[in-house]
């Protein structure tokens, strides 16, 4: 398993908590859109909540952000209760919607300028702090070009600036990059991993599993209002799907034999094997140790020379789908991004 250029500090042990959540319920008639969600973030990490369509990753961050109130349940953020201190608490929260928020028909720097002006800020600081954060999300060349002619890319950028420009504590985040491509995804996320650096708490809702493995230290599943499970990473992965063995013959030739051995083994609890032809590999599900021993021992006893044997934890998709049952949406949904070439 690969972890690339994680945030910088991964652990949240002893920090302190910067959102404390704490049985939030959200009903819309039937729908139980938050059914009693409980979690903490703290200060300088970043929360990833992760669920499928409608789970009710954007009715959190509603509540969250004072946007809506919740019908039951306690939110405190940066020390602020939601409901019986929002003006406060919009003072140190920045948002970043689902949707771009920006005004197509004015400029970046205009755009920017007038969120500063709303925060108070006075002309010269609101207009100072716009340029500052045009250069932070370089964006600066397009400064002045409406943002409808922006690329999707350059859109999310403006709105993370926005989001930024009244220096937030708490940061909530999203689905920050529904709809980019891969490309552009990644400057998204290397905005976050700054941000975060800068000691930014992020709260960051997603459907897509790479993209909580590159930002997020813990992780939150939440599914039908409802937190179904929760912890690190790593933590989560050890948790769900035991582990798989990936055993590779010492002769090419032994692929199917040794898949063949394995299958007739009849050791209890062993899943099916699976060929993976490409990397000349068979893929062997274990859940214990005893099973990894057994599995060993018999491929041996057969005659068959081990090359190499190396053990995977589950892939954050198979955790997703034993836990929800669903598969989790494919970056590739991600529709084509219109070039970033000036207009
Ligand atoms: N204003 C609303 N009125 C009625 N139903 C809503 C409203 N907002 C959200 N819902 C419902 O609540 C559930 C959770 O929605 P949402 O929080 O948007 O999910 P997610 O952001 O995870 O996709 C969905 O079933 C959605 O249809
Ligand atoms: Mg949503």
Redesign the pocket.
Known sequence: MTRIDKTPDNSTGGRPVAVSVRGLVKH??E?K??DGVDLDVHEGTVMGVL????????????CLSTLITPDAGTAIVAGYDTVKQPRQLRRVIGLTG?YASVDEKLSGRENLYMIGRLLDLSRKDARSRADSLLERFSLTDAATRPAKTYSGGMRRRLDLAASMIGRPHVLYL??PTTGLDPRTRNEVWDEVKSMVRDGVTVLL?TQYMEEAEQLASELTV?DH?KVIARGGIEELKAKVGGRTLRIRPADPLELRPLAGALDDLGITGLATTTVDPDSGTVLVPILSDEQLTAVVGAVTARGITIGSIVTELPSLDEVFLSITGEKPSAPQDARPELEEVAV
Not at 51 to 62: C, E, I, Q, S
Request: hydrophobic share 25%; aromatic share 4%.
């Open positions: 819309y008639g729908t859109a938050l669920g499928p369509n409608g789970a009710g990753k954007t009715t959190l961050v509603r689902q999203d689905e809702t939440v209002g």
